[in-house]
């Protein structure tokens, strides 16, 4: 009973195309998070939904599309996929308050071809 | 720009003794810091915070040390174990901001 899931684990794809990364909190969090760790290993903030509302947008091209469905789904849309978006994505989650630790699922590997 | 930073790419360390993972940070509007734990294929494991009302913070083998005026924090790992080499990531958000700002990481590598 993971708390923190994402799928694919693993994506691999040819420039242009358009793919999705699922992500999934059963911790009955508030708040979730987008974060993409590129090839420096730097971890950095790209989304933040609260309750289904978007919080933060951290200057991602309009490619990218978040979409929270319900509290407990924060999916990814990439459009138009480019050769700089191969990173790893992590999907987190908190209860939304200051002082309270994010919890991370285990990635999506984007390569793209 | 970069708010967080742990220099020390990587630290070797004998089984049993002390492990010190130091971080340094440049925005003074911070105020809450934690610590991750990073295994090979899975995501940032949260390990220890700390508030910047607190200058420590402990749990079990894990002690988190802040030094506000120097800008710095370090955790503490003792005695170490070889189940402790994984990448250790700090971390530090500000009131209201709602997201982390992470270091680049520090692979520790436990030696039996």
């Known amino acids: 009973d993971t708390a923190v899931s994402q799928t694919p684990k693993y994506l691999v794809t040819q420039m242009g195309n358009d793919k999705s990364i699922k992500c999934e909190q059963n911790?009955?969090?508030?708040?979730m998070y987008w974060y993409k760790q590129d090839s420096k290993k730097f971890l950095k903030i790209m989304f933040s939904?609260?309750?289904?509302?978007?919080?933060i947008n951290e200057t991602v091209p309009n490619r990218f599309s978040p979409k929270s469905p319900d509290k407990a789904h924060l999916n990814l849309h990439i459009n138009s996929l480019e050769l700089g978006d191969s990173a790893v994505y992590f999907c987190a989650s908190s209860i939304g308050l200051h002082n309270q630790p994010q919890h991370f699922g285990d990635g999506t590997r984007l390569s793209i071809l | 720009d970069q708010q967080v930073k742990q220099n020390s790419p990587s630290l070797s360390v004998q089984e049993g003794r002390i492990s010190i993972l130091n971080c340094d940070y440049t925005?003074?509007?911070?105020?809450?810091f934690l610590w991750y734990k990073k295994y090979p294929a899975e995501g940032p494991t949260f390990l220890i915070s700390?508030?910047?009302?607190?200058d420590k913070n402990e749990d079990g083998r894990f002690t988190v040390f802040l030094n506000k005026s120097a800008k710095h924090l370090s955790l503490h790992i003792v005695p170490s174990q070889p189940g402790d080499s994984a990448v250790y990531f700090c971390?530090?958000?500000?009131?209201?901001?709602?997201?982390?700002?992470f270091g680049q990481g520090t692979r520790l590598t436990i030696n039996p």
């Open positions: 925005n003074s509007m911070f105020d809450y």
């Open positions: 700390i508030s910047s009302i607190k």
């Open positions: 971390a530090a958000s500000i009131q209201g901001a709602q997201k982390l700002v």
């Open positions: 911790l009955g969090h508030d708040t």
């Open positions: 939904y609260n309750n289904k509302e978007l919080i």
